[in-house]
């Protein structure tokens, strides 16, 4: 994760500021968190499928 975030650092953008720490965009941050939970949420439908597939083989 941390490299993709690379991809995002260009101090000729003004939404970045600059922390000392090179350049941080608030909304990357956002960004993120949005993937992760995306991320969980899709594991959760796949586990949901597979219980739902393994009760249907069972019965």
């Not at 000729?12 to 992760?36: C, F, M």
């Amino acid at each position: 994760e941390a490299a993709k975030g690379l991809e995002f650092q260009d101090s000729s953008d003004k939404e970045y500021e600059d922390t000392g720490y090179g350049y941080y965009n608030p909304n990357l941050a956002l960004t993120i968190v949005d993937e992760i939970s995306m991320k969980m949420k899709k594991s959760f439908l796949n586990l949901l499928l597979t219980l739902k597939i393994q009760s249907s083989l069972k019965s």
